[in-house]
């Protein structure tokens, strides 16, 4: 098949170049102005617990969440001078009626001095607003001048804006100036590197052209499926990685090989025969081994992980299209031409089979297999001992840069504030039998509030529980049920207010304030506490907040998890198994791209999650780990691992059926793949290490995790540990059972070549 694609392309090269320069520009025109319609935010599970409350909330007792929040300081006075109320009364009156917002809450509606700072120079206004993350990013972009017109009218009175909104605006904002700058390094360091491996100015040309194909494939791609579905930002990185890194390597690997086979002597047309069904054999393999992996994050629910998924597939899928179709066709009109311009840095090396430093290494490595074996594992096994100290989380606000105006505003309420109310947990408490305050249910209801009040203050770590029966600790039982008993009508205003915006029917909601914030273990424990609550019959309890976000998010991972790692598994051994006819190569693959991973995960919560090298790598210490940064890494370096072992297997299976010599055949084989695996892993660390300069810590650990990986991957596993087992296990490298072996000779997949 693979050559027969050869000689269509050779053919029709023409056509091909013509048809994809006509193809990629309306691409790339269409798919201008994608970024503005990605998404932020995306860690919601509408199964879980925590966001059925925030549903709860915002839909049915229109409480909502702190989506805005507008801090207010004034430099003399106190916020309770006329001009601060003239400024901004008529302001949260306006914001009030607007069609997006579920609530306004602030001192000035209910008089609460939980609003307030100690010095009475600070207030703040909570907006609660309807729909999803992008719905409330628009809102607060359209109510943020609103509230910054009152500060306007006023000599000294400021504002700045916190909340779930404007941090995940600012956090898009960083991401999009980081994919840019990180774009603007990455290029022109990757080109000058492969002018450096190929001394050629046309080779080198080739897989640049390549990779910037590929990401303007994929960012079409993701034009067109933001019209079906919601997709993170986040996979706009994704994209930037994998189109420069992978489509550059698989170009590299085709382009190397053709000149390989043109240096034999072969005409231009069989020498890219040859080139597609031998290493263009391998590199679709390996890439269907990524796109596998990438797949496997669609068993999660969460749109930020499922749009890391679409970003991979689009960029891979893009990449192997055109590695496969486009690449072939310039090389077919560049023929012997495909080393013009060359840049002689080095002398010539020529094609060897039996010399040369990789030789050395692998024959090196064959004579004491053992010994490698123990030399190279024990390291790897202790660099991953301290993802055992793995302390999954969510981001909060901390992850903006130093002076950005939402961090500053999160800053402010902590500190002239009582901490951490803004992320308090969500209690929501419905009782079936009628409403809350039914004159012939309150009794026993307010019973039931003052028994789940006691419980909850025993929690430890609760700073403060927001609920009618707060007014018991103030004024005793007896008293506190007598005000509460009173009808609508003799209630006292100020208190019905209250009770109105934590009530609506047979629901009312208890605000827990930790006395830590909301990613803390304390915090983390007391959502399982307050699940565990056991309510009365008639009652049903339920707990949202951030950490339950967090709490359930970590369920998630640890149920769903192993499902992902299984089903990527499964694939990744069906597709090697058809490449190689083997059943133990497979295993043998797996168990070494592991190593790699999870030595990577150590590195990572040894470096970010213990605060090391803060300074070198420019980041403020969190002392966590983000919950999804695994799975990430996992889906995207478990596959580009492969991609790896699939060439040189595929070069060393090519030698041992030729000769049906082992250790000649591995010596070969790694010999003609040793300097390109490397130089392919080379570039891919410059384009993945030109993202460790983004301010943001997610994307920092996620350039770190995955240099690591494939640098560990490219270097040790493959020239040290694969040549020492494939030395140890002989001819069982090819071994699989007899039925199997010859379902797989008859398939035709055992073909190298057509």
Not at 2 to 10: E, K, N, V
Not at 193 to 201: E, N, P, T
Not at 287 to 315: D, E, H, K, N, W
Not at 536 to 557: N, Q
Request: charge should be neutral; hydrophobic fraction near 55%; glycine fraction near 6%.
């Amino acid at each position: 098949m693979f050559g027969r694609l050869g000689r269509f392309t050779f053919r029709n090269r023409m056509a091909i170049v013509v048809v994809y320069a006509l193809i990629v520009p309306l691409g790339a025109l269409c798919s201008r102005g994608v970024l503005p319609l990605l998404r932020s935010g995306g860690f919601e599970d509408p199964t879980a617990e925590s966001w059925q409350v925030r549903d709860v909330l915002t839909g049915e007792m229109k409480l909502g969440n702190a989506d805005l929040i507008a801090v207010y300081s004034v430099a003399s006075g106190t916020i309770d001078d006329v001009e601060v109320l003239a400024a901004l009364l008529p302001v949260i009156e306006l914001v009030k009626h607007e069609p997006e917002v579920v609530r306004v809450t602030s001192t000035f509606d209910n008089g609460s001095a939980a609003f307030v700072s100690a010095d009475r120079s600070k207030t703040f206004i909570v907006v609660s607003l309807a729909g999803d993350d992008e719905d409330k990013t628009r809102a607060y972009l359209r109510l943020a001048p609103l509230f910054g017109a009152a500060a306007k009218s006023m000599d000294g009175l400021s504002v700045v804006f916190g909340g779930i909104a404007p941090v995940n605006q600012a956090l898009y904002q960083i991401i999009e100036r980081d994919l840019w700058f990180a774009e603007m390094v990455a290029v022109p360091l990757t080109g000058l590197l492969l002018v450096v491996i190929f001394q050629s100015v046309a080779s080198a040309a080739l897989p640049m052209i390549l990779g910037i194909c590929s990401v303007v494939f994929a960012m079409f791609a993701m034009r067109l499926l933001v019209m079906l579905t919601d997709v993170s930002i986040f996979s706009a990185n994704v994209i930037s990685i994998l189109g420069l890194g992978l489509a550059i390597d698989y170009s590299l690997f085709l382009v190397a090989r053709f000149r390989e086979e043109l240096a034999l002597g072969l005409h231009v047309e069989d020498a890219l025969v040859r080139t597609l069904s031998t290493t263009g054999r391998a590199v679709a393999f390996s890439g269907v081994t990524v796109l596998a992996s990438a797949c496997g994050l669609f068993v999660f629910p969460q749109m930020f992980l499922r749009s890391v998924a679409y970003g991979a597939i689009a960029v891979v899928s893009g990449s192997l299209m055109m590695a496969l179709t486009l690449l072939p066709a310039m090389l077919a009109i560049l023929g012997v031409r495909v080393d013009a311009l060359r840049v002689p840095l080095f002398p010539p090396r020529p094609i060897t089979d039996d010399r040369g430093f990789w030789v050395v290494v692998a024959r090196g490595v064959m004579k004491r297999p053992i010994v490698v074996v123990v030399v190279v594992v024990v390291p790897l096994l202790l660099l991953a001992a301290p993802f055992r100290r793995f302390e999954p989380s969510l981001p909060d606000h901390r992850i903006l840069p130093k002076g950005t105006p939402a961090r500053t505003a999160m800053e402010v309420l902590n500190e002239s504030f009582l901490p951490h109310q803004m992320s308090a947990h969500d209690v929501v408490v419905t009782f079936t039998d009628g409403d809350v305050f039914a004159p012939a249910l309150v009794e026993r209801h307010l019973d039931v509030l003052l028994t789940l009040h006691n419980q909850i203050k025993g929690i430890e770590g609760v700073a403060r529980v927001d609920d009618p029966m707060s007014i018991v600790d103030l004024v005793g039982k007896e008293r506190a049920f007598q005000v509460l008993r009173q009808e609508r009508g003799k209630q006292d205003p100020n208190l019905l207010l209250l009770l109105d915006e934590i009530s609506e029917a047979h629901r009312i909601r208890i605000g827990v304030v930790s006395t830590q914030v909301f990613n803390a273990d304390v915090s983390v424990r007391q959502v399982a506490a307050l699940r565990a609550i056991a309510a009365p019959p008639g009652v049903t309890v339920h707990v949202g907040g951030v950490s339950a976000v967090l709490y359930d998010l970590k369920a998630t991972v640890r149920t769903r998890a192993p499902m992902m790692i299984g089903f990527v598994a499964s694939v990744m051994f069906f597709v090697l198994f058809l490449v190689f006819g083997s059943v133990t190569i497979p295993i043998k693959a797996m168990i070494m791209n592991s190593l790699s991973l999870t030595a990577s995960f150590g590195a990572l919560v040894w470096i970010f999650q213990d605060g090391r090298f803060a300074r070198l790598l420019h980041y403020e210490p969190l002392y966590l780990s983000d919950a999804t940064q695994p799975l990430i890494l996992f889906a995207v370096v478990f596959g580009l691992s492969m991609d790896y072992e699939v060439l040189l297997l595929s070069r060393v299976r090519e030698e041992y059926e030729r000769t049906n010599d082992n250790e000649a055949s591995v010596a070969k084989g790694l010999a003609r793949t040793g300097r390109l695996i490397t130089n392919a892993a080379a570039l891919l660390v410059v384009v993945v290490l030109a993202f460790i300069t983004s301010d943001i810590l997610f994307m920092k650990t996620l350039g770190v995790g995955m240099a690591l990986a494939v640098g560990l991957d490219a270097t040790i596993i493959r020239a040290l540990l694969v040549p020492a087992t494939m030395r140890l296990m002989g001819r069982w490298n090819w071994w699989a059972p007899g039925p199997l072996k010859r379902l797989w000779e008859r398939s035709g997949f055992a073909q190298h070549h057509d």
